[in-house]
T-cell receptor, first 114, second 116 residues
Framework: KNQVEQSPQSLIILEGKNCTLQ??????????LRWYKQDTGRGPVSLTI?????NTKSNGRYTATLDADTKQSSLHITASQLSDSASYICVVSDRGSTLGRLYFGRGTQLTVWP | EADIYQTPRYLVIGTGKKITLECSQTMGHDKMYWYQQDPGMELHLIHY???????EKGDLSSESTVSRIRTEHFPLTLESARPSHTSQYLC???????????????FGAGSRLTVL
């Protein structure tokens, strides 16, 4: 069964600290993996998209890694800010599927305290 | 900035009412989607469309219906709302990014529906 599991479910860190969010998936075949940030009451906003051949990709203070062999991805946030408080969602697409059949994780709820 | 717009953002209605959630995008994307999201849960695809006059049901069974008469417009309708329909509804569209060429999925801000 194609699944996407994220950990931790929730995380609280102090402003300025770094953190790493995990995403494990069983989706096969694999096409790409996306990380989204979703503020409360808003729609998800894309942070990164990684294909099979990419190991790491950065977007400002966000750095995503991908290990396609172990089917794991991580999202590292550097020097956290209060505005980073949000849900971070991992989304995996399988090769050959329609884009409408993406597999979503439940998200990691990150809270940054001052 | 989002180029996909949803209205209303919030709606509280009584049981049995008919409602339509509007979704419009200005990116010229052929593919559009409706997702349902409950707190702390993953998004579930309820409808999608690959172009004008094309609509399909998604993975999650839904009593809602959709239409795609124009490329930019993909409204979702509930003929008779029930409390079980209370949820967040997210519209999305996909197409090649103007800068990178990668296929991107862009979400609207969502419509939070509460049925009393």
């Amino acid at each position: 069964k194609n699944q996407v599991e994220q950990s931790p479910q929730s995380l609280i860190i102090l402003e300025g600290k770094n953190c790493t969010l995990q995403c494990n998936y069983t989706v096969s075949p694999f096409s790409n993996l996306r990380w989204y940030k979703q503020d409360t009451g808003r729609g998800p906003v894309s942070l990164t998209i990684m294909t099979f051949s990419e190991n790491t990709k950065s977007n400002g203070r966000y750095t995503a890694t991908l290990d396609a062999d172990t089917k794991q991805s991580s999202l590292h946030i550097t020097a956290s800010q209060l505005s980073d408080s949000a849900s971070y969602i991992c989304v995996v697409s399988d090769r050959g599927s329609t884009l409408g059949r993406l597999y979503f994780g439940r998200g990691t709820q990150l809270t940054v305290w001052p | 900035e989002a180029d996909i717009y949803q209205t209303p953002r919030y709606l509280v209605i009584g049981t049995g009412k008919k409602i339509t959630l509007e979704c419009s995008q200005t990116m010229g994307h052929d593919k559009m989607y409706w997702y349902q999201q409950d707190p702390g849960m993953e998004l579930h695809l309820i409808h999608y469309s690959y172009g004008v006059n094309s609509t399909e049901k998604g993975d999650l069974s839904s009593e809602s219906t959709v239409s795609r008469i124009r490329t930019e417009h993909f409204p979702l309708t509930l003929e008779s709302a029930r409390p079980s329909h209370t949820s967040q509804y997210l519209c999305a569209s996909s197409g090649p990014d103007a800068y990178s060429g990668a296929n991107v999925l862009t979400f609207g801000a969502g419509s939070r529906l509460t049925v009393l």
